[in-house]
């Protein structure tokens, strides 16, 4: 199971939020190349960013720094998300050097588009699901959907998308812990891998996680955390890389 470093970009900078809102922002570096190069040096083997203005604003806002990290660090993987929402904006993140790219409410609202991007682009593309007691978040979590998670991961499989980044609402950037049971029982229900997200707050929760990763969980993104120092990602990665051994 990976650990995968989080860099939330507003405004440039890398920020984290607290459960999606803009105005809860806490600032960790105004120089989100040197914090990728931080984590490429402490054994990063991905790297997790998201464009919180593009998420908002419906296109691209912070592209020019994601190339800028992806230049920097030509030999890590990074997946982006964030205002991701027609076939243009996805070959230019590809082009610019990332590897996957999330796409998040447009996979909702339109799920055809999904099938036609895994078509154009196999092997790029992961679904990001939000979700709050079993049901589908959208729009920077502001609306909650009548869509069920289970069935939503279901179709996105059948599409042919490479992986689910899969996040309790309630536990993003609260630093309670991750909902470790929802996130093995939505791995148990599809064949692809899920990627836990939110809620991951200290080296047991890496260990929870990695005790049941061979469910089907691959990664496991973490922010808040790592920068607070509630976590140490070396000793994280370290500790998923041995109970995989076992």
């Not at 599409?159 to 689910?164: K, L, M, Q, R, S």
Request: aromatic share 6%; with cysteine.
């Amino acid at each position: 199971m990976l650990v995968i470093p989080a860099i939330d970009l507003k405004d440039g900078k890398c920020v984290r939020l607290r459960q999606g809102r803009m105005e809860e922002e806490t600032v960790f570096s105004d120089n989100p190349v040197e914090v990728a190069r931080r984590w490429v040096d402490a054994g990063a083997r991905r790297l997790h960013m998201v464009d919180l203005n593009g998420a908002f604003a419906g296109k691209p806002v912070n592209a020019d720094v994601i190339k800028s990290v992806a230049e920097a660090c030509p030999e890590l993987p990074i997946q982006v998300g964030g205002g991701i929402r027609d076939e243009e904006t996805v070959q230019a993140y590809l082009d610019a050097g990332v590897q996957y790219v999330i796409i998040g409410t447009r996979a909702v609202s339109t799920p055809h588009f999904i099938n036609d991007l895994c078509v154009e682009f196999p092997g790029h593309i992961i679904v990001g699901l939000d979700a709050k007691d079993g049901k589908v978040a959208v729009d920077g979590w502001s609306k909650l959907s009548k869509h069920d998670v289970f069935d939503m991961a279901k179709h996105f499989e059948q599409d042919g998308v490479e992986a689910i980044v899969y996040t309790d609402i309630s536990r993003d950037g609260m630093m309670n812990g991750v909902n470790v049971e929802s996130t093995m029982k939505l791995a148990q229900h599809v064949k692809i891998p899920v990627i836990a997200s939110g809620g991951i707050t200290s080296i047991d929760d890496i260990r929870a996680l990695s005790e049941v990763a061979s469910e089907g969980i691959s990664g496991a993104i973490t922010g808040r955390a790592i920068y607070e120092g509630t976590l140490d990602f070396a000793e994280a990665q370290k500790l998923a890389d041995e109970l995989a051994k076992d």
